[in-house]
């Protein structure tokens, strides 16, 4: 897939991030992520991202990514696939260039490992990865690497390979003149944790698709939401978001850790078990547990 295809197909429905299965030493397990994926890829999903911030890119090493990439590849059919990238500069254009080998559609830039840079840095940052692979790249605004309207304009000019702007940083107004300015030069993706929570403000600022974590557990949920959205249907989203989003936010927001560990114990709840999170995150306490399985009970009958 070409990065004008790649752009298009992130712009065309809901996304969503696969978790990584782990066994019980903590080894990936292909067999149940192929799996997983391939159940995934049965609810219409524009795209998704193996080995991104559900996927604990971050409890990855850069050997695992193009592994976990090809095992997505193999299941997800005609979906496309972008793999998960960051840390330092030079460790990320190897991770890029790994997973392009092992098929990945395209790339997302996650923030580099623990500094926080200037502008130049990021941009050098950035332009250093889009330089090293032919796929497409999406740069993810969040954490340390926020970049500002006046560098992603020049990144767009510099690398016609950035295709998409992805934002899990929460500042609106930052969004809203990114996306006025670049138009329909990328593709813009919300990515909040639990999105769900703060799409109608994005979708307003032009931000008309989102990654979806609970896809991974309530697929057709997740994909009733977005549909409401889209259609400006705000009697089914409030309700959802009243009756699901919150109280699972609720619980979410228990222990550190947990935007990645509560979709796995989700999977579990359903029966879909995709093993424990990697250390250092750390799964969900017996009683949390408890309350998930009474939420999804209310809304899986």
């Known amino acids: 897939m070409d990065p004008q295809q790649l752009k298009g197909a992130l712009s065309a429905g809901l996304l969503s991030f696969p978790v990584t299965h782990f066994d019980a030493g903590f080894e990936f397990d292909r067999a149940g992520y192929e799996a997983h994926v391939g159940w995934l890829g049965g609810f219409d999903a524009a795209v998704l991202f193996a080995a991104g911030g559900t996927g604990e890119f971050f409890s990855l090493t850069p050997t695992e990514v193009p592994e976990v990439v090809r095992a997505a590849k193999a299941a997800a059919g005609a979906t496309p696939i972008v793999s998960g990238c960051g840390y330092g500069t030079r460790i990320a254009v190897e991770i890029a260039?790994?997973?392009?080998?092992?098929?990945?559609?395209?790339?997302?830039?996650?923030?580099?490992?623990?500094?926080?840079?200037?502008?130049?840095?990021?941009?050098?940052?950035?332009?250093?990865?889009?330089?090293?692979?032919?796929?497409?790249?999406?740069?993810?605004?969040?954490?340390?690497?926020?970049?500002?309207?006046?560098?992603?304009?020049?990144?767009?000019?510099?690398?016609?390979?950035?295709?998409?702007?992805?934002?899990?940083?929460?500042?609106?107004?930052?969004?809203?003149?990114?996306?006025?300015?670049?138009?329909?030069?990328?593709?813009?993706?919300?990515?909040?944790?639990?999105?769900?929570?703060?799409?109608?403000?994005?979708?307003?600022?032009?931000?008309?698709?989102?990654?979806?974590?609970?896809?991974?557990?309530?697929?057709?949920?997740?994909?009733?939401?977005?549909?409401?959205?889209?259609?400006?249907?705000?009697?089914?989203?409030?309700?959802?978001?009243?009756?699901?989003?919150?109280?699972?936010?609720?619980?979410?927001?228990?222990?550190?850790?947990?935007?990645?560990?509560?979709?796995?114990?989700?999977l579990a709840v359903m029966g879909r078990s995709a093993g424990p999170v990697r250390p250092p995150l750390t799964d969900l306490k017996p009683e949390e547990m408890a309350q998930l399985r009474d939420l999804l009970a209310r809304h899986t009958a």
């Open 97 to 266: 260039r790994g997973a392009e080998a092992a098929g990945a559609d395209g790339i997302l830039l996650l923030p580099p490992y623990l500094m926080t840079a200037e502008q130049a840095g990021l941009y050098a940052h950035v332009k250093a990865v889009c330089d090293a692979v032919g796929i497409g790249v999406i740069v993810y605004n969040r954490d340390n690497a926020v970049l500002s309207a006046d560098t992603i304009a020049r990144l767009c000019d510099a690398c016609p390979n950035l295709v998409g702007f992805k934002d899990g940083h929460g500042q609106v107004d930052l969004v809203l003149e990114i996306t006025r300015r670049m138009g329909d030069r990328l593709a813009y993706i919300g990515g909040m944790p639990t999105h769900e929570a703060f799409a109608a403000p994005y979708f307003a600022a032009g931000v008309t698709t989102y990654s979806s974590a609970v896809f991974n557990f309530v697929p057709e949920l997740a994909q009733r939401f977005y549909r409401a959205l889209r259609g400006g249907d705000t009697a089914t989203t409030d309700a959802l978001l009243r009756d699901f989003y919150y109280p699972l936010l609720a619980i979410r927001n228990r222990g550190k850790g947990y935007a990645v560990s509560i979709i796995k114990a989700g």
